[in-house]
């Protein structure tokens, strides 16, 4: 959180147990949680937020960045595998110039999630910033 700062209500759309969501309001922003789990399917998601943040099934990465800037205002963070960069069929997603890719933050080190103890892909965070003016950046978290 102290590489990117974010104004506004923050929309976590697959909050699953709530980590990100915890670690939000740790550093004082106004979280919406929600889940398919509850109930609360993205998608079907019409109302605009200001930001989106959210580690998306990876299998639907790609539909929840694109409805992502559908219903965001100003910032969208993603938590994806650092591989997310390459492929054909995304390179039009990081050309957009209406909401472009800002900076892709890199973690050393594998994350971790719950249980999982061996990580076998690395991770980073990616902003589009709807402000942001050239090239994105590449940086590491360590």
Same mark, same amino acid.
């Given at each position: ?19 990100? $969501?915890?670690? +939000? *309001? ?8 929600? /889940?398919? #789990? ?43 595998? $650092?591989?997310? +960069? *390459? ?8 050309? /957009?110039? #209406? ?44």
């Amino acid at each position: 959180m102290d590489r990117e700062r974010f104004t506004g209500l923050i929309l976590e759309p697959a909050c699953g147990d709530g980590a990100i $969501v915890r670690v +939000l *309001h740790r550093n004082g922003y106004d979280v919406r949680a929600t /889940d398919l #789990l509850d109930g609360q399917n993205f998608f079907n998601r019409t109302e605009t937020v200001p930001n989106v943040i959210t580690n998306p099934p990876y299998s639907h990465s790609l539909d929840f960045i694109l409805h992502a800037k559908k219903v965001a205002t100003r910032k969208i963070a993603m938590l994806l595998p $650092v591989e997310f +960069l *390459h492929g054909g069929t995304r390179y039009e997603l990081f050309q /957009d110039r #209406l909401c472009p890719l800002k900076v892709v933050s890199v973690f050393s080190s594998r994350l971790s999630f719950g249980a999982e103890t061996h990580a076998t892909v690395g991770h980073a965070w990616y902003v589009w910033d709807r402000k942001h003016k050239g090239e994105p950046v590449i940086r590491w978290i360590r």
